[in-house]
């Protein structure tokens, strides 16, 4: 897959062109990721990328022109039109669609995605009209540009490519991408300042540690994050309503099940406490 990203500031993207993981996925060209400088394609003799705000204003605006002659440069299509091997068109910011598991999954579907990042003020609308930008925002805050958000979505985007992750880590397993928050890890020594590991990971018993670490990643679930954990019960809520669970369901195993029930039981006794 390639990534091109459009910037003022090529060098930051140092992280995501030479870090470990992401590193291997550029050079083995699972993952090409590729940079333009925008003020590489400004015809303004002064090299200006940016003007002040029409209707007045604090902070500057990106014109149009470099970031016209920058995205055509990338391959970039006008709005409406997508013709095969055309690249998806990101912006990052505020206002746009929140980034998760599902925008994610899209863009490592694609071929080629451009992400243009604004700075200042942002950039002049026009921009994002002509060529029909899709807006992505990483969260409900406001950084001083996009490189942060994009290089965001290169990481998350990145370990969904076939061959990226390798054995270092899969999408699959104990993650959010589960529906549930991930459990408590450990590691040597055993006793760490007189904090001990949980004597269940040290008892080599495979089933009930699977056990023990889906019920901390429901707890934790519940406790933090409850409308993921509703959302995970509205997946089996059929099976937790019958009096007799079944064997299993969708890849729970009964003693899984039995335990999703016990929390999520003790779930409304808390809320009928509280009322
Ligand atoms: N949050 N999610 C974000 C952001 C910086 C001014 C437009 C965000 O995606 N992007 O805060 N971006 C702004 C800076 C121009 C982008």
């Given at each position: 897959?390639r990534?091109?990203?459009?910037?003022?500031?090529?060098?930051?993207?140092?992280?995501v062109?030479?870090?470990?993981?992401?590193g291997?996925?550029?050079?083995?060209?699972?993952?090409?990721?590729?940079?333009?400088?925008?003020r590489?394609?400004?015809?303004?003799?002064?090299?200006?990328?940016?003007?002040?705000?029409?209707?007045?204003?604090?902070?500057?605006?990106?014109?149009p022109?470099?970031?016209?002659?920058?995205?055509?440069?990338?391959?970039?299509?006008?709005?409406?039109?997508?013709?095969?091997?055309?690249?998806?068109?990101?912006?990052?910011?505020?206002?746009?669609?929140?980034?998760?598991?599902?925008?994610?999954?899209?863009?490592?579907?694609?071929?080629?995605?451009?992400?243009?990042?604004?700075?200042?003020?942002?950039?002049?609308?026009?921009?994002?009209?002509?060529?029909?930008?899709?807006?992505?925002?990483?969260?409900?805050?406001?950084?001083?540009?996009?490189?942060?958000?994009?290089?965001?979505?290169?990481?998350?985007?990145?370990?969904?490519?076939?061959?990226?992750?390798?054995?270092?880590a899969?999408?699959?397993?104990?993650?959010?991408?589960?529906?549930?928050?991930?459990?408590p890890?450990?590691t040597?020594?055993?006793?760490y300042?007189?904090?001990?590991?949980?004597?269940?990971?040290?008892?080599?018993?495979?089933?009930?540690?699977r056990?023990?670490?889906?019920?901390?990643?429901?707890?934790?679930?519940?406790?933090?994050r409850?409308?993921?954990?509703?959302?995970?019960?509205?997946?089996?809520?059929?099976?937790?309503?019958?009096?007799?669970?079944?064997?299993?369901?969708?890849?729970?195993?009964?003693?899984?099940?039995?335990?999703l029930k016990?929390?999520?039981d003790?779930?409304?006794?808390?809320?009928?406490?509280?009322?």
């Amino acid at each position: 897959m390639r990534i091109t990203v459009l910037t003022l500031f090529p060098e930051l993207f140092a992280a995501v062109k030479d870090g470990s993981i992401l590193g291997r996925a550029n050079a083995e060209g699972l993952l090409d990721v590729e940079l333009m400088n925008i003020r590489d394609y400004t015809l303004d003799r002064h090299g200006r990328t940016d003007d002040t705000p029409f209707g007045g204003g604090a902070g500057m605006v990106f014109t149009p022109e470099p970031c016209f002659r920058a995205l055509r440069a990338a391959g970039a299509e006008p709005a409406g039109v997508r013709p095969d091997g055309a690249p998806r068109l990101l912006y990052p910011s505020p206002r746009g669609r929140m980034l998760d598991k599902a925008l994610i999954e899209e863009l490592a579907a694609e071929e080629h995605i451009v992400i243009l990042c604004g700075h200042y003020e942002g950039v002049d609308e026009r921009i994002l009209r002509a060529f029909g930008m899709e807006e992505i925002s990483t969260g409900d805050y406001i950084l001083t540009g996009g490189e942060l958000p994009a290089m965001t979505i290169i990481d998350a985007v990145a370990r969904f490519l076939p061959g990226v992750l390798g054995n270092e880590a899969s999408n699959d397993e104990e993650s959010v991408y589960s529906g549930l928050l991930e459990y408590p890890q450990y590691t040597k020594p055993r006793v760490y300042e007189g904090m001990e590991v949980p004597e269940v990971l040290l008892s080599g018993d495979h089933e009930r540690i699977r056990l023990w670490r889906f019920e901390q990643s429901l707890r934790l679930t519940k406790e933090r994050r409850p409308d993921l954990f509703r959302a995970f019960l509205g997946r089996y809520g059929n099976a937790l309503a019958m009096r007799k669970l079944p064997l299993e369901s969708d890849g729970l195993t009964r003693k899984e099940l039995a335990l999703l029930k016990r929390v999520s039981d003790e779930a409304e006794a808390e809320r009928e406490s509280e009322r």
